[in-house]
């Protein structure tokens, strides 16, 4: 559990392993973080799309940046102007600390396409290999890297089996351990997980994480929030070519709001619009109230002032706590909300019920 004073000697559990640290670790100090990714006011238009609306973020070396946003959010678009493939309309874009594009940043990333295409008749090691012949490889090297990136993956012993044969989720580790032939220190994945059975996409998720504890940087678009949840450092979530929200994956789920639960409460008429009045959200089962307020040390004191008023007893006070799938919905939502994009369905439970 997570403590106010770091505790020296504790141990830390991370994906499986247990060393001793400090507990909770240390904020990292951004301004000494290399960044791997520089984006400043980056504009793309297409005629008359704008598909990247004045966007600015930076993406440390090292962790896996999750990009997220609905369907045209301008995510593939950010990414291809990442890699060099397409050129901004307006802004800077620095990968690796030189401009996208730059040969030498090329010889240091990769990219796994959201739909990537390969030669059907081919082997996945002729195809891995066929990569690696782009990257200079040859002879006993390129074998030796081709064998180790397919045990990686885990399609060893495919064989002479050709891709034609090949599931879908066999198809995306081609996909993986062709974007590794060249050693990268910066991965962009687009929908890596996309289509994939829970095996297939736990094994990518997994894959995910051994390449970020090998130090590379991994910028991760996905629809797969749940894997965003659990994998990224930070995310930033798009919609309509605008960055909405940006942050560490805690810190945006937060709920922000506590639920206290009281009990004997024999409250009047004026006391109940008055405790309606100073919180979001307040439900009665005859003499048990649950009411939701935001977290402040104010306003919960404001609760447990008027609780104790009425003659009841507080039983809980507890933090609430969205998902991401919560807070990627209030985005798309408001951001369909101020564009008249958006359809009639129910806001979830916390951004429908709680006032902000
Ligand atoms: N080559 C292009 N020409 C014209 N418009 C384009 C082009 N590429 C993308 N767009 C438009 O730009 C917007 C952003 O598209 P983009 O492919 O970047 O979205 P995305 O976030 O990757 O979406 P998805 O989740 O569906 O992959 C969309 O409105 C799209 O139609
Ligand atoms: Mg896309």
Redesign the pocket.
């Known amino acids: 559990m997570a403590q106010d004073t770091p505790e020296t000697g504790a141990k830390i559990y991370e994906t499986g392993k247990v060393t001793e640290g400090v507990w909770p670790p240390p904020s990292p100090d951004t301004a000494l973080m290399t960044k791997a990714i520089q984006i400043k006011k980056l504009v793309k238009q297409?005629?008359k799309?704008t598909?990247?609306n004045d966007i600015s973020l930076e993406v440390y070396e090292g962790e896996i940046f999750g990009f997220l946003?609905?369907?045209?959010?301008?995510?593939?678009?950010?990414i291809k102007t990442l890699l060099g493939l397409i050129f901004p309309t307006a802004g800077e874009v620095l990968v690796l600390g030189k401009p996208a594009g730059n040969i030498e940043v090329k010889e240091k990333i990769s990219y796994l396409p959201?739909s990537p295409y390969f030669y059907e008749h081919m082997t996945a090691s002729e195809v891995v290999g066929f990569y690696g012949s782009l990257f200079g490889l040859s002879g006993a090297a390129k074998n030796k890297r081709v064998d180790e990136l397919l045990e990686l993956v885990g399609l060893q012993g495919t064989g002479k089996k050709t891709l034609r044969s090949f599931s879908k989720g066999m198809l995306q580790r081609v996909g993986i351990a062709q974007s590794l032939i060249n050693d990268p220190k910066l991965l962009f994945f687009?929908?890596p997980t996309s289509g994939l059975d829970p095996v297939a996409h736990r094994d990518i998720r997994d894959l995910i994480l051994h390449l970020k504890a090998e130090g590379r940087t991994i910028f991760l678009?996905s629809?797969q929030l749940s894997d965003v949840e659990l994998v990224c450092d930070r995310v930033s979530i798009?919609h309509g070519?605008k960055i909405r929200r940006l942050g560490h994956v805690d810190e945006l789920i937060a709920g922000g709001h506590v639920e206290v639960i009281a009990e004997h409460v024999k409250a009047t008429d004026t006391q109940m619009a008055a405790l309606k009045d100073m919180t979001s959200k307040v439900e009665t089962l005859g003499e048990t109230l649950s009411i939701t307020t935001h977290a402040s040390t104010d306003d919960k004191n404001k609760v447990l002032d008027w609780v104790r008023a009425t003659g009841g007893n507080v039983l809980s006070m507890t933090q609430t706590r969205r998902t991401l799938e919560d807070l990627f919905y209030e985005v798309v939502h408001q951001g369909e909300m101020e564009t008249g994009t958006a359809f009639a369905v129910p806001a979830t439970s916390e951004s429908m019920e709680v006032k902000p």
């Open positions: 297409y005629k799309v598909a990247v946003g609905p369907n045209g959010a301008g995510k593939t678009t950010t959201e687009d929908e678009s629809h798009l070519g």
